[in-house]
Protein backbone atom coordinates (compact mmCIF):
# COMPACT_ATOMS: atom_id res chain seq x y z
CA UNK A 1 0.00 0.00 0.00
CA UNK A 2 1.44 3.52 -0.78
CA UNK A 3 0.51 7.36 0.11
CA UNK A 4 0.77 9.42 -2.09
CA UNK A 5 2.97 7.33 -3.86
CA UNK A 6 5.28 6.41 -0.99
CA UNK A 7 5.79 3.35 0.44
CA UNK A 8 5.79 2.81 4.76
CA UNK A 9 9.65 2.66 5.13
CA UNK A 10 10.02 6.52 3.23
CA UNK A 11 7.00 7.86 4.84
CA UNK A 12 8.74 5.81 7.86
CA UNK A 13 12.52 7.63 7.59
CA UNK A 14 10.82 10.72 6.59
CA UNK A 15 9.10 11.05 9.42
CA UNK A 16 11.55 9.93 12.46
CA UNK A 17 14.52 12.12 10.65
CA UNK A 18 12.27 15.22 10.84
CA UNK A 19 11.19 13.88 14.38
CA UNK A 20 14.75 13.55 15.41
CA UNK A 21 15.13 17.30 13.66
CA UNK A 22 12.68 18.63 15.51
CA UNK A 23 13.49 17.59 19.17
CA UNK A 24 16.50 19.59 18.48
CA UNK A 25 14.66 22.24 18.85
CA UNK A 26 12.33 21.93 21.54
CA UNK A 27 12.97 25.28 23.02
CA UNK A 28 12.36 27.08 19.94
CA UNK A 29 8.58 25.21 19.80
CA UNK A 30 7.64 25.22 23.35
CA UNK A 31 8.29 28.84 22.73
CA UNK A 32 6.34 28.67 19.56
CA UNK A 33 3.47 26.58 21.66
CA UNK A 34 3.50 29.56 23.90
CA UNK A 35 2.95 32.34 21.79
CA UNK A 36 -0.75 30.79 20.97
CA UNK A 37 -1.69 32.05 24.05
CA UNK A 38 -4.38 34.68 22.39
CA UNK A 39 -7.30 32.30 22.84
CA UNK A 40 -6.54 32.88 26.69
CA UNK A 41 -6.32 36.74 26.65
CA UNK A 42 -9.66 36.70 24.83
CA UNK A 43 -11.34 34.36 27.56
CA UNK A 44 -10.01 36.64 30.07
CA UNK A 45 -11.68 39.53 28.54
CA UNK A 46 -14.94 37.62 27.58
CA UNK A 47 -15.35 36.38 31.41
CA UNK A 48 -14.71 39.12 33.18
CA UNK A 49 -17.23 41.04 31.25
CA UNK A 50 -19.43 38.33 31.40
CA UNK A 51 -20.35 39.31 27.17
CA UNK A 52 -20.93 35.10 26.78
CA UNK A 53 -24.51 36.18 27.70
CA UNK A 54 -25.25 38.45 25.16
CA UNK A 55 -24.70 35.47 22.80
CA UNK A 56 -25.86 33.10 24.51
CA UNK A 57 -22.40 31.44 25.71
CA UNK A 58 -21.72 30.71 29.40
CA UNK A 59 -18.08 30.62 31.36
CA UNK A 60 -17.84 27.44 30.91
CA UNK A 61 -18.77 26.68 27.57
CA UNK A 62 -16.71 29.53 26.30
CA UNK A 63 -13.37 28.36 28.76
CA UNK A 64 -13.88 25.33 27.00
CA UNK A 65 -14.07 26.25 22.95
CA UNK A 66 -11.07 29.25 23.82
CA UNK A 67 -9.12 26.24 24.97
CA UNK A 68 -10.08 24.17 22.26
CA UNK A 69 -9.43 26.67 20.02
CA UNK A 70 -5.83 27.16 21.49
CA UNK A 71 -5.32 23.52 20.83
CA UNK A 72 -6.71 23.16 17.39
CA UNK A 73 -4.76 25.99 16.34
CA UNK A 74 -1.27 24.04 17.78
CA UNK A 75 -1.84 21.49 15.38
CA UNK A 76 -2.43 23.02 12.20
CA UNK A 77 0.04 26.24 12.30
CA UNK A 78 1.33 26.22 9.23
CA UNK A 79 4.83 27.85 7.87
CA UNK A 80 5.76 25.69 4.99
CA UNK A 81 6.11 28.83 2.67
CA UNK A 82 8.68 30.45 5.21
CA UNK A 83 10.81 27.22 4.63
CA UNK A 84 9.95 27.23 1.14
CA UNK A 85 11.25 30.68 0.27
CA UNK A 86 14.24 30.18 2.61
CA UNK A 87 14.83 27.17 0.75
CA UNK A 88 14.21 28.50 -2.88
CA UNK A 89 16.67 31.74 -2.17
CA UNK A 90 19.31 30.03 -0.88
CA UNK A 91 19.37 27.05 -3.69
CA UNK A 92 18.96 23.97 -1.33
CA UNK A 93 15.56 23.88 -3.33
CA UNK A 94 17.67 22.33 -6.48
CA UNK A 95 18.74 19.06 -4.85
CA UNK A 96 15.23 18.36 -3.45
CA UNK A 97 13.46 18.79 -6.91
CA UNK A 98 16.20 15.98 -8.41
CA UNK A 99 15.12 13.36 -5.64
CA UNK A 100 11.85 11.53 -6.66
CA UNK A 101 10.06 12.76 -3.44
CA UNK A 102 7.72 16.28 -4.05
CA UNK A 103 9.31 18.51 -2.11
CA UNK A 104 6.01 19.74 -0.13
CA UNK A 105 5.58 15.92 1.29
CA UNK A 106 9.10 16.85 3.05
CA UNK A 107 7.39 19.79 4.31
CA UNK A 108 4.16 17.92 5.26
CA UNK A 109 6.47 15.44 7.44
CA UNK A 110 8.91 18.21 8.87
CA UNK A 111 5.14 19.74 9.99
CA UNK A 112 3.44 16.23 11.26
CA UNK A 113 6.97 15.53 13.12
CA UNK A 114 6.54 19.21 14.87
CA UNK A 115 3.28 18.60 15.89
CA UNK A 116 4.50 15.62 17.82
CA UNK A 117 7.29 17.57 19.65
CA UNK A 118 4.56 20.21 20.27
CA UNK A 119 2.48 17.95 21.96
CA UNK A 120 3.99 17.75 25.38
CA UNK A 121 3.89 21.42 25.74
CA UNK A 122 0.31 21.98 24.63
CA UNK A 123 -0.70 19.46 26.79
CA UNK A 124 1.14 21.35 29.58
CA UNK A 125 -0.41 24.88 28.66
CA UNK A 126 -3.73 23.02 28.50
CA UNK A 127 -3.44 21.51 32.17
CA UNK A 128 -1.84 25.07 33.47
CA UNK A 129 -5.31 25.81 32.18
CA UNK A 130 -7.48 23.44 33.72
CA UNK A 131 -5.77 24.56 37.02
CA UNK A 132 -6.54 27.94 36.80
CA UNK A 133 -10.37 27.35 35.61
CA UNK A 134 -11.12 24.47 37.35
CA UNK A 135 -14.70 24.64 36.85
CA UNK A 136 -14.09 24.15 33.06
CA UNK A 137 -12.37 20.77 33.31
CA UNK A 138 -14.01 18.03 30.75
CA UNK A 139 -13.21 15.12 28.98
CA UNK A 140 -14.54 14.57 25.76
CA UNK A 141 -15.87 11.27 24.65
CA UNK A 142 -14.20 8.91 22.79
CA UNK A 143 -15.90 9.53 19.16
CA UNK A 144 -16.10 13.26 20.21
CA UNK A 145 -12.55 13.04 20.19
CA UNK A 146 -12.01 10.98 17.27
CA UNK A 147 -14.25 13.52 15.26
CA UNK A 148 -11.91 16.48 16.69
CA UNK A 149 -8.52 15.00 15.62
CA UNK A 150 -10.14 14.16 11.99
CA UNK A 151 -11.02 17.64 11.69
CA UNK A 152 -7.85 19.08 12.93
CA UNK A 153 -5.68 17.23 10.86
CA UNK A 154 -8.30 18.51 7.66
CA UNK A 155 -7.67 21.74 8.95
CA UNK A 156 -4.27 21.56 8.61
CA UNK A 157 -4.66 19.91 5.52
CA UNK A 158 -6.87 22.71 4.27
CA UNK A 159 -4.26 25.64 5.78
CA UNK A 160 -1.17 23.36 4.19
CA UNK A 161 -2.35 23.77 1.23
CA UNK A 162 -3.33 27.48 1.43
CA UNK A 163 0.10 28.38 1.86
CA UNK A 164 1.69 25.88 -0.35
CA UNK A 165 -0.75 27.97 -3.18
CA UNK A 166 0.89 31.09 -2.08
CA UNK A 167 4.52 29.28 -1.23
CA UNK A 168 4.43 28.20 -4.96
CA UNK A 169 4.52 32.19 -6.02
CA UNK A 170 7.99 32.07 -4.78
CA UNK A 171 8.45 30.78 -8.30
CA UNK A 172 7.84 34.28 -9.68
CA UNK A 173 8.26 36.43 -7.11
CA UNK A 174 11.07 36.60 -4.57
CA UNK A 175 9.14 37.66 -1.70
CA UNK A 176 6.11 35.60 -1.45
CA UNK A 177 6.02 35.62 2.63
CA UNK A 178 5.02 39.07 2.43
CA UNK A 179 2.03 37.87 0.18
CA UNK A 180 1.33 35.13 3.23
CA UNK A 181 0.27 38.27 5.74
CA UNK A 182 -2.39 38.77 3.55
CA UNK A 183 -3.91 35.09 4.44
CA UNK A 184 -2.89 35.49 7.92
CA UNK A 185 -4.99 38.90 8.43
CA UNK A 186 -8.70 37.21 7.16
CA UNK A 187 -7.75 33.53 8.93
CA UNK A 188 -6.92 35.74 12.22
CA UNK A 189 -10.27 36.90 12.39
CA UNK A 190 -12.24 34.92 10.74
CA UNK A 191 -11.49 31.38 12.21
CA UNK A 192 -12.74 31.82 15.20
CA UNK A 193 -9.52 32.05 17.51
CA UNK A 194 -10.54 35.47 18.63
CA UNK A 195 -14.06 34.69 19.13
CA UNK A 196 -16.43 31.69 18.65
CA UNK A 197 -18.02 32.29 15.47
CA UNK A 198 -21.55 32.20 16.86
CA UNK A 199 -21.03 35.56 18.37
CA UNK A 200 -20.43 37.09 14.78
CA UNK A 201 -23.54 39.32 12.89
CA UNK A 202 -25.58 36.91 10.40
CA UNK A 203 -24.35 38.81 7.42
CA UNK A 204 -20.49 38.49 8.83
CA UNK A 205 -20.95 35.11 9.82
CA UNK A 206 -22.43 34.09 6.07
CA UNK A 207 -19.87 36.26 3.83
CA UNK A 208 -17.39 34.32 6.87
CA UNK A 209 -18.64 30.83 6.12
CA UNK A 210 -18.03 31.33 2.26
CA UNK A 211 -13.86 31.16 3.24
CA UNK A 212 -12.04 28.13 4.12
CA UNK A 213 -10.48 30.26 7.56
CA UNK A 214 -14.01 29.10 9.85
CA UNK A 215 -13.32 25.10 9.11
CA UNK A 216 -9.43 26.18 10.36
CA UNK A 217 -10.33 26.54 14.30
CA UNK A 218 -14.49 27.29 14.68
CA UNK A 219 -15.23 24.00 13.28
CA UNK A 220 -12.94 21.55 14.88
CA UNK A 221 -12.77 23.53 18.34
CA UNK A 222 -16.55 23.05 18.53
CA UNK A 223 -16.41 19.71 18.29
CA UNK A 224 -13.99 19.33 20.70
CA UNK A 225 -15.53 21.83 23.55
CA UNK A 226 -19.22 20.16 22.81
CA UNK A 227 -20.90 23.22 21.27
CA UNK A 228 -23.60 22.24 18.62
CA UNK A 229 -22.46 21.66 15.90
CA UNK A 230 -23.51 20.93 12.16
CA UNK A 231 -20.94 17.57 11.61
CA UNK A 232 -22.08 16.60 8.29
CA UNK A 233 -21.78 19.82 6.68
CA UNK A 234 -18.41 20.84 8.30
CA UNK A 235 -16.54 17.84 7.47
CA UNK A 236 -18.36 18.65 3.71
CA UNK A 237 -16.92 21.42 3.51
CA UNK A 238 -13.53 19.98 4.61
CA UNK A 239 -13.37 17.69 1.86
CA UNK A 240 -14.63 20.43 -0.54
CA UNK A 241 -12.14 23.14 0.05
CA UNK A 242 -9.29 20.59 0.05
CA UNK A 243 -10.37 18.96 -3.71
CA UNK A 244 -10.61 22.71 -4.47
CA UNK A 245 -6.94 23.44 -3.16
CA UNK A 246 -4.92 20.09 -3.88
CA UNK A 247 -5.55 20.27 -7.81
CA UNK A 248 -4.69 24.01 -7.72
CA UNK A 249 -1.78 23.74 -5.69
CA UNK A 250 -0.78 20.73 -8.04
CA UNK A 251 -1.16 22.91 -11.10
CA UNK A 252 0.61 26.27 -9.84
CA UNK A 253 3.75 24.04 -8.81
CA UNK A 254 4.06 22.62 -11.93
CA UNK A 255 3.91 26.20 -13.47
CA UNK A 256 6.32 26.87 -11.69
CA UNK A 257 8.90 24.27 -12.02
CA UNK A 258 9.20 25.23 -15.46
CA UNK A 259 10.01 28.68 -14.33
CA UNK A 260 12.51 27.85 -11.55
CA UNK A 261 15.84 29.42 -12.23
CA UNK A 262 17.95 27.56 -9.42
CA UNK A 263 18.74 30.81 -7.75
CA UNK A 264 21.89 30.77 -5.59
CA UNK A 265 23.10 27.56 -7.59
CA UNK B 1 25.00 64.16 19.56
CA UNK B 2 25.17 66.26 16.08
CA UNK B 3 27.21 63.00 14.39
CA UNK B 4 24.04 60.84 15.70
CA UNK B 5 21.66 62.53 13.85
CA UNK B 6 23.53 63.08 10.99
CA UNK B 7 23.88 59.17 11.18
CA UNK B 8 20.42 58.31 11.23
CA UNK B 9 19.44 60.81 8.45
CA UNK B 10 21.92 58.63 6.21
CA UNK B 11 21.18 55.40 7.55
CA UNK B 12 17.09 56.23 7.10
CA UNK B 13 17.44 58.11 3.17
CA UNK B 14 19.83 54.78 2.20
CA UNK B 15 16.67 52.54 3.65
CA UNK B 16 14.24 54.99 1.84
CA UNK B 17 16.18 54.63 -1.49
CA UNK B 18 17.14 50.66 -0.84
CA UNK B 19 13.15 50.15 -0.70
CA UNK B 20 11.86 52.01 -3.47
CA UNK B 21 13.01 48.62 -5.21
CA UNK B 22 9.86 46.92 -3.70
CA UNK B 23 6.89 48.46 -4.23
CA UNK B 24 4.61 45.70 -4.12
CA UNK B 25 5.96 44.94 -0.55
CA UNK B 26 4.72 48.56 0.51
CA UNK B 27 1.15 47.78 -1.27
CA UNK B 28 0.60 44.34 0.77
CA UNK B 29 1.99 45.96 3.95
CA UNK B 30 -0.80 48.88 3.45
CA UNK B 31 -3.78 46.06 3.02
CA UNK B 32 -2.66 44.14 5.80
CA UNK B 33 -3.09 47.14 7.96
CA UNK B 34 -5.94 48.09 6.64
CA UNK B 35 -7.73 44.42 6.99
CA UNK B 36 -6.00 43.80 10.82
CA UNK B 37 -7.58 47.66 11.77
CA UNK B 38 -11.11 46.57 10.42
CA UNK B 39 -10.55 43.21 11.91
CA UNK B 40 -9.82 44.29 15.27
CA UNK B 41 -12.24 47.33 15.47
CA UNK B 42 -15.09 44.35 14.05
CA UNK B 43 -14.13 42.26 16.91
CA UNK B 44 -13.89 45.29 19.52
CA UNK B 45 -17.25 46.13 18.59
CA UNK B 46 -18.90 42.63 19.84
CA UNK B 47 -17.54 43.64 23.23
CA UNK B 48 -19.86 46.57 22.49
CA UNK B 49 -23.05 44.57 21.90
CA UNK B 50 -26.43 45.34 23.71
CA UNK B 51 -24.84 49.04 24.45
CA UNK B 52 -22.65 47.18 27.11
CA UNK B 53 -19.34 48.67 27.91
CA UNK B 54 -15.97 47.58 28.22
CA UNK B 55 -14.25 48.07 31.61
CA UNK B 56 -16.19 51.51 32.04
CA UNK B 57 -14.74 52.20 28.43
CA UNK B 58 -16.70 53.68 25.77
CA UNK B 59 -17.35 52.47 22.55
CA UNK B 60 -15.18 55.75 21.43
CA UNK B 61 -12.77 55.75 24.05
CA UNK B 62 -11.47 52.42 23.09
CA UNK B 63 -11.22 53.02 20.19
CA UNK B 64 -8.24 55.68 21.09
CA UNK B 65 -6.69 52.76 22.58
CA UNK B 66 -7.19 50.77 19.04
CA UNK B 67 -5.52 54.29 17.34
CA UNK B 68 -2.60 54.17 20.46
CA UNK B 69 -2.40 50.81 19.57
CA UNK B 70 -2.19 50.85 15.69
CA UNK B 71 0.64 53.49 16.40
CA UNK B 72 2.98 51.76 18.00
CA UNK B 73 2.47 48.61 16.12
CA UNK B 74 3.34 50.92 12.89
CA UNK B 75 6.54 51.77 15.26
CA UNK B 76 7.23 48.38 15.79
CA UNK B 77 6.75 47.57 12.08
CA UNK B 78 9.08 50.57 11.14
CA UNK B 79 11.80 50.63 13.68
CA UNK B 80 12.10 47.80 16.06
CA UNK B 81 11.09 44.71 14.33
CA UNK B 82 13.59 45.25 10.58
CA UNK B 83 16.48 46.37 13.10
CA UNK B 84 15.93 44.11 16.04
CA UNK B 85 15.35 41.05 14.56
CA UNK B 86 18.79 41.67 12.50
CA UNK B 87 20.99 41.50 15.72
CA UNK B 88 20.85 37.71 15.71
CA UNK B 89 21.95 37.54 12.36
CA UNK B 90 25.08 39.82 13.22
CA UNK B 91 25.91 37.65 15.96
CA UNK B 92 25.23 34.40 13.74
CA UNK B 93 27.56 35.43 11.17
CA UNK B 94 30.22 37.17 13.09
CA UNK B 95 29.33 40.46 11.46
CA UNK B 96 28.46 42.13 14.86
CA UNK B 97 32.40 42.30 15.06
CA UNK B 98 32.64 45.25 12.48
CA UNK B 99 29.78 47.12 14.36
CA UNK B 100 31.61 46.84 17.37
CA UNK B 101 34.81 48.25 16.29
CA UNK B 102 32.86 51.21 14.99
CA UNK B 103 33.47 54.69 16.85
CA UNK B 104 29.61 54.88 17.48
CA UNK B 105 27.58 53.53 20.37
CA UNK B 106 26.84 50.03 19.17
CA UNK B 107 23.14 49.67 20.83
CA UNK B 108 22.59 52.92 18.91
CA UNK B 109 23.75 51.54 15.65
CA UNK B 110 21.79 48.14 15.87
CA UNK B 111 18.48 49.81 16.80
CA UNK B 112 18.61 52.46 14.12
CA UNK B 113 20.06 51.25 11.55
CA UNK B 114 17.38 50.39 9.19
CA UNK B 115 13.52 51.95 9.04
CA UNK B 116 10.98 50.08 7.12
CA UNK B 117 8.83 52.72 5.45
CA UNK B 118 5.85 50.80 4.72
CA UNK B 119 4.96 51.28 8.64
CA UNK B 120 4.75 54.85 8.37
CA UNK B 121 0.86 54.43 7.02
CA UNK B 122 0.76 52.76 10.51
CA UNK B 123 1.78 55.73 12.65
CA UNK B 124 -0.23 58.16 10.44
CA UNK B 125 -3.37 56.61 10.81
CA UNK B 126 -3.07 55.15 14.42
CA UNK B 127 -2.29 59.05 15.26
CA UNK B 128 -5.43 59.80 13.35
CA UNK B 129 -7.66 57.84 14.68
CA UNK B 130 -6.57 58.47 18.04
CA UNK B 131 -7.62 62.32 17.44
CA UNK B 132 -11.08 61.50 15.68
CA UNK B 133 -12.00 59.25 18.50
CA UNK B 134 -11.24 61.59 21.10
CA UNK B 135 -13.12 64.11 19.76
CA UNK B 136 -15.96 61.69 18.69
CA UNK B 137 -16.00 61.05 22.80
CA UNK B 138 -16.37 64.76 23.48
CA UNK B 139 -12.90 65.58 24.74
CA UNK B 140 -11.27 69.14 23.95
CA UNK B 141 -7.99 69.55 23.61
CA UNK B 142 -5.52 71.34 26.13
CA UNK B 143 -1.82 72.07 25.85
CA UNK B 144 -1.26 70.12 28.97
CA UNK B 145 -3.46 67.38 27.91
CA UNK B 146 -1.34 66.92 24.33
CA UNK B 147 1.93 67.51 26.14
CA UNK B 148 0.79 64.74 28.90
CA UNK B 149 -0.33 62.43 25.79
CA UNK B 150 3.20 63.01 23.96
CA UNK B 151 4.96 61.87 27.86
CA UNK B 152 3.15 59.10 28.24
CA UNK B 153 3.18 58.04 24.70
CA UNK B 154 6.74 58.26 24.54
CA UNK B 155 7.00 56.27 27.91
CA UNK B 156 5.18 53.40 26.22
CA UNK B 157 7.54 53.68 23.12
CA UNK B 158 10.97 53.47 25.40
CA UNK B 159 9.22 50.61 27.43
CA UNK B 160 8.41 48.67 24.30
CA UNK B 161 11.70 49.53 22.87
CA UNK B 162 13.44 48.26 25.58
CA UNK B 163 11.53 44.48 25.85
CA UNK B 164 12.10 44.59 22.10
CA UNK B 165 15.59 45.47 22.58
CA UNK B 166 16.09 43.09 25.72
CA UNK B 167 15.19 40.11 24.04
CA UNK B 168 17.10 40.72 20.97
CA UNK B 169 20.44 40.80 22.81
CA UNK B 170 19.53 37.48 24.46
CA UNK B 171 20.76 36.19 20.80
CA UNK B 172 24.28 36.36 21.95
CA UNK B 173 23.49 33.36 24.42
CA UNK B 174 20.52 32.13 22.76
CA UNK B 175 20.99 32.14 18.60
CA UNK B 176 17.54 31.36 17.80
CA UNK B 177 15.14 34.21 19.72
CA UNK B 178 12.57 34.74 16.83
CA UNK B 179 9.91 32.29 18.96
CA UNK B 180 10.06 34.62 21.95
CA UNK B 181 9.42 37.59 19.70
CA UNK B 182 6.56 35.75 18.89
CA UNK B 183 5.80 35.47 22.60
CA UNK B 184 6.22 38.85 22.95
CA UNK B 185 3.88 40.27 20.17
CA UNK B 186 1.14 37.85 21.34
CA UNK B 187 0.95 39.02 24.80
CA UNK B 188 1.40 42.75 23.20
CA UNK B 189 -1.83 42.15 21.66
CA UNK B 190 -3.50 42.29 25.03
CA UNK B 191 -2.68 46.18 24.69
CA UNK B 192 -5.89 46.21 22.21
CA UNK B 193 -8.08 46.45 24.69
CA UNK B 194 -8.40 48.73 28.26
CA UNK B 195 -6.70 47.41 31.34
CA UNK B 196 -9.51 47.73 33.64
CA UNK B 197 -11.09 45.08 31.34
CA UNK B 198 -9.00 42.64 32.24
CA UNK B 199 -9.57 40.14 35.52
CA UNK B 200 -7.47 41.50 38.64
CA UNK B 201 -4.23 38.92 37.93
CA UNK B 202 -3.50 39.89 34.49
CA UNK B 203 -4.20 43.54 35.52
CA UNK B 204 -1.47 43.25 37.96
CA UNK B 205 0.55 41.53 35.15
CA UNK B 206 0.07 44.16 32.74
CA UNK B 207 0.94 46.96 34.91
CA UNK B 208 3.96 46.07 36.77
CA UNK B 209 5.68 42.73 35.02
CA UNK B 210 4.85 42.86 31.25
CA UNK B 211 3.56 47.00 31.28
CA UNK B 212 0.99 46.33 28.73
CA UNK B 213 -0.81 49.06 30.31
CA UNK B 214 1.65 52.18 29.78
CA UNK B 215 1.64 51.14 25.83
CA UNK B 216 -1.92 51.42 25.27
CA UNK B 217 -4.10 52.41 27.85
CA UNK B 218 -2.72 55.26 29.94
CA UNK B 219 -1.68 57.31 26.74
CA UNK B 220 -5.14 56.58 25.71
CA UNK B 221 -6.46 57.92 29.26
CA UNK B 222 -3.95 60.96 28.72
CA UNK B 223 -5.55 62.70 25.41
CA UNK B 224 -8.97 61.92 27.28
CA UNK B 225 -7.57 63.92 29.55
CA UNK B 226 -8.04 61.09 32.58
CA UNK B 227 -4.80 60.03 33.36
CA UNK B 228 -3.71 60.95 37.24
CA UNK B 229 -0.58 62.64 37.59
CA UNK B 230 0.71 59.47 39.87
CA UNK B 231 0.87 57.30 37.08
CA UNK B 232 2.57 59.62 34.77
CA UNK B 233 5.35 60.11 36.84
CA UNK B 234 5.37 56.04 37.85
CA UNK B 235 5.91 55.65 34.08
CA UNK B 236 8.88 57.78 34.04
CA UNK B 237 10.24 56.28 36.56
CA UNK B 238 9.11 53.09 35.01
CA UNK B 239 10.38 53.64 31.97
CA UNK B 240 14.02 55.41 32.46
CA UNK B 241 14.40 51.76 34.87
CA UNK B 242 13.59 49.43 31.53
CA UNK B 243 15.74 51.87 29.52
CA UNK B 244 18.55 51.60 31.59
CA UNK B 245 18.33 48.08 32.39
CA UNK B 246 18.57 47.32 28.25
CA UNK B 247 21.88 49.28 28.44
CA UNK B 248 23.30 47.50 31.37
CA UNK B 249 21.87 44.41 29.89
CA UNK B 250 23.53 44.70 26.50
CA UNK B 251 26.92 45.98 28.13
CA UNK B 252 26.70 42.73 30.02
CA UNK B 253 25.77 40.67 26.97
CA UNK B 254 28.85 41.84 25.43
CA UNK B 255 30.98 40.69 27.88
CA UNK B 256 29.86 37.55 26.42
CA UNK B 257 30.06 37.77 23.26
CA UNK B 258 32.65 35.30 21.06
CA UNK B 259 32.69 35.98 18.07
CA UNK B 260 31.24 33.48 15.64
CA UNK B 261 34.05 33.03 12.43
CA UNK B 262 37.00 35.02 13.45
Known amino acids: ?265 | MNRYFKTIRLFWSTAFASQLEYQLNFLIELLAMLGTLLGSVFILSLFFTGGRQLGDWTWESALVIQGVYTFLDGLTNALLRPNLTEIVNYVREGTLDYVLLKPIDSQFWLSVKKFSFAGLPEIILGLYIVFWAAIKSGTSFSFYSLSVFIISLSIGFVILYSVWFLIAASSIWFVKTWNATEVLRALLAAGRYPISAYPVILRFIFTLVLPVAFLTTFPAEAILGELKFNILFFGIILSSLFFIFSRFFWKFALKHYTSASS
Request: aromatic residues 16%; hydrophobic residues 55%.
Open chain 1, 1 to 265: MKIFGLSFKVIKTLLTTQYAYMLEYRIEIALWALSGVLPFIMFSLWSENDVGNTFGLNDIGLARYFLSAFLVRQFSVVWVVFSFEEDSLSGRLSPYLLQPLHPLLRYVAAHLAEQATRLPFALAIAITFFFLNPSSFWLPSLPQLFLAYLSTHLAFSIAFLLQSLVAALCFWTEKSSALERLIFVPYLFLSGLLVPLSAFPSNVLKIAMLTPFPYLINFPAKILSGMPVDIFNGFLAQVLWILILGPSVNILWKLGVKRYTAMGA
